[in-house]
Each structure stands twice: as structure tokens, then as C-alpha cells.
């Protein structure tokens, strides 16, 4: 079999990065969103439709 390695130059690597840390940051905001609307007890459908997170992972936030 064949081992093929696949490198990135740093120029294409960056981009991949700077776009992952992009998610992660919006992800982070929409949980914290999620969280500060349990605090003043909004019913979870609703958050669900303003942050498009599951009842899965705002349900988690819950049991913090």
C-alpha cells in the first residue's frame, strides 16, 4: 500500500485555522446567548429558534 503525505504550506494552513477559530468563537457566543436567556427563564423553543442550538445542548447548559 501507498502512504501518501499531504502537507499545507503555511499560506493554506491559515485560512483552515483562522476559519475553525471563526466556529468555535460563534459557537461559544451562541451558548452563552442560550445561557443568559435560561437565567431569565425563556422557554427552551425559543432559544432553540433564536440560537439554532439543539434542546440537547441547551438542555447540558441547564444542568451546569
Not at 476559519?19 to 457566543?29: A, C, F, L, N, P
Not at 437565567?39 to 427552551?44: A, M, R, W, Y
Amino acid at each position: 500500500a501507498t502512504t501518501e503525505i499531504y502537507t499545507l504550506s503555511l499560506h493554506d494552513a491559515l485560512p483552515i485555522s483562522f476559519e475553525k477559530g471563526i466556529e468555535k468563537g460563534k459557537i461559544k457566543g451562541k451558548l452563552e446567548v442560550a445561557k443568559n436567556l435560561l437565567k431569565n427563564g425563556i422557554e427552551i423553543e425559543t432559544i432553540i429558534k433564536s440560537t439554532e442550538l439543539t434542546a440537547k445542548e441547551i438542555n447540558e447548559l441547564k444542568d451546569k
